[in-house]
């Protein structure tokens, strides 16, 4: 019997070489677990159209969504997620950022990745984008 498979994408945010990055809630599967912004697409949904709808709902942000970086597949358990992250713009001022479907945000610099544990399909971007 073959996985579910989930198409997911994520944000790319950089500014002034910091990425920006998300905790998913503690009531979330994988709680507590950092993640660069994003969500599920839901069918009939682009990917770009299906981002920028995640960000609008989780923290009210806007963003300009730019060329895709990374795709990954990633097999957990019970289904396989096939990630795509996307570069983007964000477009929302720092103090308006909410934290509507997150537990927390930070930016962090490129080799402070390290020191936040993410999902297995998140690190092998992270891995992607230190260049492990």
């Known amino acids: 019997m073959s996985k579910r498979k989930i198409r997911v994408v994520a944000a790319q945010i950089e500014r002034d070489g910091k ?21 599920r697409v839901e069918e009939g ?9 995640e960000l609008r709902e989780e923290m009210e942000i806007d963003v300009r969504v730019n060329e895709p970086t990374i795709s990954v597949t990633h097999e957990y358990a019970a289904y ?32 402070e990745l390290d020191d936040y544990e993410f999902p297995g399909a998140d690190q092998a971007t992270v891995d992607a984008l230190l260049g492990d």
């Open 45 to 53: 949904e682009s990917d770009e159209a299906a981002l920028a709808r």
């Open 80 to 111: 396989v997620i096939d990630f795509r992250v996307f570069r983007c713009t964000l477009l929302t001022p720092d103090d308006q950022i909410q934290k509507i479907g997150i537990h927390d945000y930070t930016w962090v610099a490129p080799t």
């Open 19 to 39: 990425y920006l990055i998300t905790q998913r809630k503690p009531t979330s599967s994988l709680p507590l677990l950092w993640e660069f912004p994003g969500g």
